[in-house]
């Protein structure tokens, strides 16, 4: 994740400025469907372009054109399936939706769909809403499972409420700091005319998205 900082960042001061709640990608640990709070296929789409899937509705909600399915799998992680948005036009008076999978467009060969090219954190939100939050991934949930994975391997977990989840983020912007990538970054975006609070502010919030290890015990 550390090449895409200044993507990743980009699109986050969008999302903060005027972005819906998103449909998320889904992840399978142990067997259970969860939500995510990050999108791990972009990083790949921005190496290869020409894979992004095409002929999906975009909207608001759904701004990357896609859905994606990914399972931990022997300590593994893979894309499970991707699906698009489309409209039915088998009825002209109906103007509903439905989705359709692209899997195999994207990985002809789906035993090359291990998430190989992904280093960094996945944030899994469960259980009730807290705070609903009409913006990208702001909302916050009773629960969270954080994964670190290192090129596509699994490495450890660690399960918060909401409450530890937030203390927990404050342990890891204050690691992040003592970093040379964390001056990088923040030189960056004070190009931008941004203030030293305001990019504390900002970094400390989305720390989960361009750390890619847990960096706190």
């Known amino acids: 994740m550390k090449h895409l900082i200044t993507t990743v960042l980009s699109a986050l ?16 640990l142990d067997g259970k469907e969860y939500s995510l709070h990050s999108n791990p296929l972009e990083s790949y789409f921005e190496i290869n372009p020409e894979k ?12 990357r054109g896609y859905v994606a399915t990914f399972e931990i ?20 008076k109906s103007h509903d939706t439905k989705w359709k999978s692209v899997m195999t467009e994207v990985f ?13 954190l996945l944030v ?7 705070n609903y939050v009409h913006m990208g ?6 629960n969270y499972y954080l ?30 700091k003592k970093t ?20 504390d502010s900002f970094l400390r919030n989305f720390v989960t998205e361009y750390t890619s290890k847990i960096m706190t015990d």
Do not use: H
């Open 180 to 199: 040379d990538e964390y001056k990088e970054t923040k030189a960056k975006l004070k190009k931008d005319g941004s203030t030293d609070e305001f990019i």
């Open 108 to 120: 002809p060969d789906q035993k090359k769909s291990k998430v190989d090219w992904l280093s960094g």
């Open 13 to 28: 001061f969008c999302l903060t400025a005027f972005a819906t709640a998103q449909y998320p990608d889904k992840i399978i």
């Open 52 to 63: 992004r899937p095409k002929g999906g509705v975009m909207s608001t909600a759904l701004w």
């Open 124 to 130: 899994l939100p469960f259980g009730e809403l807290v």
């Open 147 to 176: 994964l670190e994975i290192d090129k596509g391997n699994y490495i450890q977990s660690k399960q918060f409420d909401y409450k530890d989840y937030e203390k927990f983020k404050d342990k890891q912007f204050s690691a992040y």
């Open 137 to 142: 991934y702001g909302s916050t949930y009773e």
């Open 73 to 92: 799998r022997d300590s593994q992680l893979f894309v499970k399936d991707i699906q698009i948005q489309y409209w039915d036009t088998t009825d002209k």
